[in-house]
């Protein structure tokens, strides 16, 4: 016990005396040996005794999947797959920070640092003391002055390498941080465009990718000739990464980008480009979803629906022409509608814009207006919306999300739709008959 022990009492001391605490080590080995015989996990048992005697705390050791909003005092290891600098105001100054991805076995996750640590591509490092905020609905690592960041052989993490897949994974299969991803394509659209980094001017190429289950958005760092649109490619150790909330397919210098000796063809992505409805279990248990088609029956109209008012500045929706972050404003009129979808299998939230709003009810923006003034209420074109759209069925085709206000998916197109409750019951059916026919390991005397 006591061999096992030493090296934890020793460092326990020295943290101690860096407050200049000082305690018998007698008295740290006998209640840590004590702790570990209550089966306390070593670092915690560490980290209550510092508690005690010094009133300090040891970092949490995290690995990137296991990273939660609003946690302090962390402590990761990973590789720096991307870097760059992007400038921003802070109390009226303006201030470089430096934003980017890093990885290790288990996940990549966005990184912000808020001083310069010297990073660079392919560094490996250690993070102790940052802390994690949610960014577009996932959780980043910060670091900043009171972290301390260390830079370690790269052999102190293994190569980010492809995992060993009986079958490349689906697009509707793949997560946000995900590393080692390994999928078969089809290129939709590809552009190159030109983008400040650390280092200067980079060229990337983005686009968007299709398989027989879904589309997604890419972002390659590395120029490929493989990735022109029409081309099926299988694409070997790239990541998961949230853009606006939608998982991204991001490609480094660790990712291999091939031609498939299988093409993608056009019947095999026939209902995906037909935008054929998904029902909604179907896609709410995604972290995102990319240009989707979805119909069901408005349950409720939401508040915050109608003429609303936004500031010019920031475009956040505002009252009294207070905005929260630009203070007194001139604000400008807008329209939208926010109401919960249903389809039997699940809801969400769906964002209409002031188009859209004005497609399925009439109302411009100016008929808005002056329906407000006659009733000298803004809450009056609320109403009247709610009335001409609560039980109608809608169809419509957008973007999906997760986040902080639940699952919302913001509408690119939409149309007022009936749905057929008798073909809508037989395909359910239909569904549920082929999944019992079709379950592994299932003899009849199961199905009485």
Same mark, same amino acid.
């Given at each position: ?8 009492v ?25 702790l570990?015989?209550?089966?306390v ?9 510092l ?14 999947s ?5 946690? &302090? ?8 797959l ?14 470089t ?10 996940g ?9 640590f ?9 993070v %102790? ?7 577009q ?8 002055? &009171? ?13 980010? $390498? ?6 490349? +994974?689906?697009l ?19 552009a ?9 001017p ?13 589309? $997604?958005?890419?972002?390659s ?10 081309? %099926?490619?299988?694409i ?14 991001n490609?480094?210098?660790? %990712?291999?980008v ?17 935008? +054929? ?6 896609? %709410? ?5 990319f240009? +989707? ?8 109209v939401?508040?915050?629906?109608g ?9 956040r ?10 203070? $007194? ?12 979808l249903d ?9 209409l ?12 923006i100016?008929?808005?207006?002056e329906v ?5 209420n803004?809450?009056? +074109? ?6 001409? $759209?609560?039980g ?5 085709r ?8 639940g699952i ?7 149309e ?17 008959e ?14 009485w």
């Amino acid at each position: 016990m006591e061999v096992k022990i030493a090296p934890h009492v020793d460092e326990i001391i020295r943290a101690l005396g860096t407050t200049g605490t000082t305690v018998n080590q007698a008295i740290i080995k006998e209640e840590l040996a004590r702790l570990l015989e209550f089966k306390v996990p070593v670092e915690e048992a560490k980290r209550s005794l510092l508690k005690k005697y010094g009133n300090i705390d040891l970092p949490s050791v995290k690995k990137l999947s296991e990273l939660g909003a609003g946690e &302090r005092n962390i402590e990761v290891t990973a590789r720096i797959l991307e870097i760059n600098t992007k400038v921003v105001g802070i109390k009226e100054q303006e201030r470089t920070i430096f934003m980017g991805t890093m990885v290790d076995e288990t996940g990549a996750r966005s990184f912000t640092a808020w001083e310069d640590f010297g990073l660079e591509k392919g560094d490996v490092v250690k993070v %102790t003391n940052a802390y994690v905020r949610m960014w577009q609905g996932m959780p980043e690592i910060n670091f900043g002055a &009171r972290s301390k960041v260390e830079k370690l052989d790269s052999s102190a993490l293994e190569p980010l $390498l492809s995992k060993d897949l009986e079958r490349p +994974v689906l697009l509707a299969e793949l997560k946000e941080g995900e590393p080692a991803v390994h999928t078969v394509i089809r290129i939709m659209e590809s552009a190159q465009r030109e983008i400040n980094t650390k280092n200067g001017p980079r060229t990337i190429v983005t686009g968007t990718a299709i398989d027989s289950t879904a589309k $997604l958005p890419f972002t390659s760092w590395v120029l490929s000739p493989e990735l022109t649109a029409g081309n %099926t490619v299988e694409i070997k150790n790239a990541y998961m990464r949230s853009w606006q909330g939608i998982p991204t397919i991001n490609m480094g210098e660790f %990712t291999s980008v091939s031609h498939s000796e299988t093409p993608i063809d056009d019947s095999d992505i026939a209902r995906v480009m037909d935008h +054929v409805p998904i029902r909604l279990d179907k896609i %709410t248990d995604r972290d995102g979803a990319f240009d +989707v088609s979805i119909e069901g029956n408005i349950i409720s109209v939401r508040p915050g629906s109608g003429l609303i008012t936004r500031c010019p500045e920031c475009n956040r929706v505002i009252q009294k022409n207070i905005c929260r972050v630009h203070g $007194l404003v001139k604000g400008r009129n807008d329209m939208r509608i926010k109401y919960i979808l249903d389809d039997g299998t699940g809801a969400l939230t769906v964002v209409l814009g002031a188009d859209l709003t004005q497609k399925v009810t009439g109302y411009s923006i100016e008929k808005a207006r002056e329906v407000a003034g006659a009733d000298m209420n803004l809450s009056a +074109v609320e109403e009247k919306i709610r009335g001409k $759209l609560m039980g109608l069925s809608m169809r419509m085709r957008g973007n999906m999300t997760k986040g902080e206000y639940g699952i919302t998916l913001v509408a690119s197109d939409v149309e007022v739709t009936e749905i057929n409750p008798a073909a809508a019951a037989a395909d359910l059916v239909k569904e549920i008959e082929g999944a019992i026919h079709h379950s592994p390991g299932q003899g009849d005397s199961d199905l009485w």
